[in-house]
């Protein structure tokens, strides 16, 4: 007989892709097996491990309005991205009541190639997604929480990989032109080129954005691809080229445009600060498969390379020169995974195992350094760091039922640290080695309604000076050393059921714990290791699909973040995200128009440990409105923060001096505004 194995492509999913293939029904999850494709309207139950796991599609990627690259994640339910500096530089993300900062605890992967970059010198866990290029993406997975064996470091709140295509249905053209400087370009397609495909695309961005001091935020950005064969059977490699530049209007303080010191909320204290970077990647991934088994390999090198300037306290530290920083950060990253899954029939049950290694090495050279108008002044320190890992996991997914299956893993992770500091004190070499097991309880399908039990550990790597420090580098102070691995222990009950025709519903209520909270310090810009935390949360994911011109996206979560032990300075975590909801509506198909309109809500956050401040809730909303003026060529309107609301993308409460302030410091609340109300618009051709 045959078999079809379906992956959901949605991620609360209608649409699939069915991979037929001979003789036999197992367990599995979501092996590709794949010989025939065939889409159609069935939900993902009897597929999905958890109530928070789901894939988006290409078509889904490209009805969203995004300001820059970063917020195609925001495709993941409760998953908040924004800005708290110049557009070069990498998003904040907020997820499952954790101000991730720049990326630490959200494990994100373009194409199997880690982004988080580890020891980074602005933020521990740095993802800049800048060089990602929308029209490429043909596909968004992610996974919550720390239930599944191949997830690693950084996962703990959740896993975001996205895939780009190997062929474009149709060579795309586009200019687009918009307020504040906005100007952008794209070419790519992908002909037949020896019995395979060469996928090749050119991006060049320019935008000012609404500061009174332009970001100048100039981009280059290029994809060369050669692929062969299908999804079950070939290979491709990868070239890909990114390079920016840009200024940063930094987050101030409401007492600066107060005192007349600044314009507006758009201006910036220190205008020098902003940055350069750069990202060349050559990868390559292969895949083979059978009836019974499949083996995928991928493998990269990355150079990358960051010049970021910083200033959060203004004159605070040196009333002369002012308080400016740089953190340059350059380094050559190697990886390797393999997995290999095969599939059996024992003891009257089905079930699939895969076993899987992922490697990883960085060569890296960073620093902070006093500067002026960029300009080096001083230098507080300086390090060579040679960080390496090797993970090993196996899993084995059997449905024991036809109501019941169970996913059980294991996952061991083992770290090398090396630090060579200017400071020979700081210097020496540091390992550890983490096991996690991993647990998931399917139950169901009954009444269309399917029920998970979640359980697992997990981790994230801490900074790996911090795991050789002796001595403050900057105060000469004595310092104590970071645990190199960070545990973190989950678990998750969730539901997930289609009640009403065209309605996908899932529900996960969720508990974190981890050994140290990662903490970003706004007078230091960086994160530091702190105290053990606790979240409890949940999230209610629907989506609504009414006849084949429109769909509805709610989602909605909350989350309790609290520090586990007992301090006078009180318990709450400073940034972690609460409240989040999002309502998004699709419009296709009505004849030559399409459009999309999306309303996102950013609850307030706690700024200190006793809560004794806070920041203001976010409301944005966004939409864009088409036009096929052809089958060959449309054009579109973008419109963001229509309202245009004088809201913040970021708080944060620390002690700054201004310019000419007597007093030695303020306590107070710094911000980055969101941007102002503004348009673009765009013509893009098929070919």
Known sequence: MIFAHCSPLHRTTFLVVCIAFAPEVFAGGEQALEKVVVTG???SIGVADAASVGTVTQKQLEARTVYRPGELLESVPGLIVSQHSGEGKANQFYLRGFNLDHGTDLRTTVDGMLVNQRSHGHGQGWTDVNFVIPELASRLEYRKGPYFASE???SSAGAVHLKYADALPQGIAS??????????ALIADSPAFADGRLLYAIEWLNNDGPFVHPDRFRKLNGVLRYGRGDAGNGFNVTAMAYKASWNSSDQITQRAIDAGLIRSRFDAIDPTDG??????????????????SSTEANAYLIDNQLALFSNFTYVLDNPVDGDQFAQPDRRRTAGLNLRHTWQQVGLGSESENTVGMQAQSDNIFNGLLSTRARQTIGVTRQDHIVESSLALYGENATRWAPWLRSVAGLRADAYRFKVNSDNAVNSGTAREAIVNPKLSLV??????????VNAGGGFHSNDARGTTIRVDP?????ADRVTPLVRSRGAELGVRGNWLP??????AIYRLDLASELLFVGDAGTTEASRPSRRVGFELANYYKLGNW???DADVAFARARFRDADPTGNRIPGAVEGVASLAIAVDNLGPWFGAAQLRYFGPRPLLEDNSVRSSSTIVFNARLGYRVSPKMRVELEGFNLANRRASAIDYYYTSRLPGEAVAGVDAIHFHPVESRSFRLTLAMNF
């Open 175 to 184: 200019l687009g032109v918009g307020q504040n400087g906005y100007r952008r």
């Open 41 to 43: 309207n069935v939900t």
């Open 275 to 292: 940055g350069a970077a750069h990202r060349y990647s050559l990868s390559g991934a292969w895949r083979r498969s059978d009836v019974q």
């Open 502 to 507: 065209g309605l996908q519903t899932s529900l």
């Open 550 to 552: 429109l769909t509805v």
């Open 152 to 154: 690693g470091d950084f």
């Open 474 to 478: 900057k105060t000469g102070d004595a």
């Open 443 to 452: 139950a169901g399908p009954w009444a269309s309604t399917e029920f998970y």
